[in-house]
């Protein structure tokens, strides 16, 4: 029962340099996400994917692509990655996206992607 | 803008002591609201949520928090820490904002000495 799966564990990367973060999931879940946590900083939205062919903008988007590849994958794609990308990525899934009130669907998160920009 | 506060940013207790996190939201509406927890080196987990009914929700492993709407608030408690409670705690809001998602708080760090 894997749940959501997120590779690499972990990666450095120097300034400038690309890379793509891979998140799958095998719940079934329509709506997926992209956080990432710092110190101090709690939990912030980068993108989200409410359903499959559809992607958003989150509180942190600058600097990020995602791709929705199919109902279980979401991609996160940093181009050019700077120093303040350094954090860990966790990637979550949830049945329905959390826009409606009536949903108390909480997240399933991923086991994170700790990246490091040197 | 909506956000989440949790008061406390590290909390030391020694086992069999009682725990209260606090949590506050600034939303005038209708919310979700959700405790999660990350052990260390681990993901965020599902500690417990309230949707409607009874403020007062209990989760798993001996969690349970009041919802108290006047006061904006949903504190975490737990009557007896043990030394395997040591984790981050994640206050969540879900106020059905255009983005449509989770409002994390900045986190309460526990630390439960044996």
């Known amino acids: 029962n894997a749940g959501v799966t997120q590779t690499p564990k972990f990666q450095v990367l120097k300034t400038g340099q690309s890379m793509t973060l891979q998140c799958a999931q095998d719940m079934n879940h329509n709506s997926m996400y992209w956080y990432r946590q710092d110190p101090g900083m709690g939990l912030r939205l980068i993108y989200y994917?409410?359903?499959?062919?559809?992607?958003d903008k989150g509180e942190v988007p600058n600097g990020y692509n995602v791709s929705r590849l199919n109902k279980r994958e979401f991609s996160l794609r940093l181009e050019s990655a700077a120093p303040s990308q350094t954090s860990v990525y966790f990637c979550a899934s949830s049945p329905r996206h959390l826009g409606g009130l009536w949903d108390n669907s909480p997240l399933h998160f991923g086991n994170g992607t700790r990246l490091t920009v040197t | 803008a909506q956000s989440v506060s949790q008061h406390n940013h590290h909390v030391i207790l020694s086992e069999a002591a009682s725990l209260e996190l606090g949590c506050n939201y600034s939303?005038?509406?209708?919310?979700?609201l959700f405790w999660y927890v990350q052990y260390p080196g681990q993901h965020l987990q599902l500690l417990l949520k309230?949707?409607?009914?009874?403020?007062l929700v209990k989760g798993i492993k001996g969690f349970e928090a009041e919802f108290i709407k006047s006061k904006f608030s949903f504190n975490l408690r737990k009557p007896s820490v043990q030394w395997s409670d040591t984790a981050e705690y994640f206050c969540a809001v879900n106020a059905g904002g255009s983005q449509g998602n989770l409002i994390f708080g900045k986190g309460t760090k526990l630390s439960v000495k044996p």
């Open positions: 994917s409410a359903s499959e062919g559809t992607t």
């Open positions: 309230y949707f409607s009914g009874d403020p």
């Open positions: 939303y005038g509406g209708t919310v979700n």
